[in-house]
Structures are given as structure tokens and as C-alpha cells.
Nanobody, 118 residues
Framework: QVRLVESGGGSVQAGGSLRLSCKAF????????VEWYRQAPEQQRELVAR???????SYDEAVEGRFIISRDDTEKTGFLEMNDLKPEDTGVYYC????????????WGQGTQVTVSS
């Protein structure tokens, strides 16, 4: 059974940094794209960063220049390095990945809380 497990959330002061990880477990052939979403309290889940299978990067303008998305295909893990954090970055961060097993499907992680205080 395939699952994504996130880690690395926590509480930091404004200007601080955190690094989130999203590791895939199961009988996996490979990862395709990896995405990170953020859901602030009482807000919809929004896409903040994406890395394609070929390594193409895209970011929401609110995090461009502060967040870095990356991946380690050997470890089947995606990362989101978050720098110069702001209180408006607070929320639950979810990873989503397209994963090949015998077929391809989309999976979500369980979410990890990030809290940035001013």
C-alpha cells in the first residue's frame, strides 16, 4: 500500500526557516511530480510549489524567492525548504505526488503544521 509521510513542521518566529520532507512508502516504481499545498485556518488549500518529473520548478508568487522545492528520487522523497518565514505562511502543509506502481495514481500526505509567530 502506497502512502506519503510528511515531517519537519513546527513553530518558528518570523524570519526563521523550516524544511519539510515528504517520503513515499510502498511498492513504488518512481515518483512523477511532487507538489506542496498550504491550508491556512478557514481557507482553501492552495498550491505553493511544484516540481515536475523532469525537475521543472514552479512557485506561487507569495513564496517565490523564499521557498525551494526539491526531490531525491533515490529516497523517493520530496522537500520544501522554507526561508524568511512570515506569519501568513502559517497553516497545514500537505504534499501531493503522482506515483507509479503498476499504474499511476495521486496520493496525499497527512499534513504537517507550520506556525510562524511575529
Amino acid at each position: 500500500q502506497v502512502r506519503l509521510v510528511e515531517s519537519g513542521g513546527g513553530s518558528v518566529q518570523a524570519g526563521g526557516s523550516l524544511r519539510l520532507s515528504c517520503k513515499a512508502f510502498g511498492n513504488i516504481t518512481r515518483l512523477s511530480f511532487v507538489e506542496w499545498y498550504r491550508q491556512a485556518p478557514e481557507q482553501q488549500r492552495e498550491l505553493v510549489a511544484r516540481i515536475s518529473r523532469t525537475g521543472k520548478l514552479s512557485y506561487d508568487e507569495a513564496v517565490e524567492g523564499r521557498f525551494i522545492i526539491s526531490r531525491d528520487d533515490t529516497e523517493k522523497t520530496g522537500f520544501l525548504e522554507m526561508n524568511d518565514l512570515k506569519p501568513e505562511d502559517t497553516g497545514v502543509y500537505y504534499c501531493r505526488a503522482s506515483i507509479w506502481t503498476e499504474t499511476v495514481d495521486y496520493y496525499w500526505g497527512q499534513g504537517t503544521q507550520v506556525t510562524v509567530s511575529s
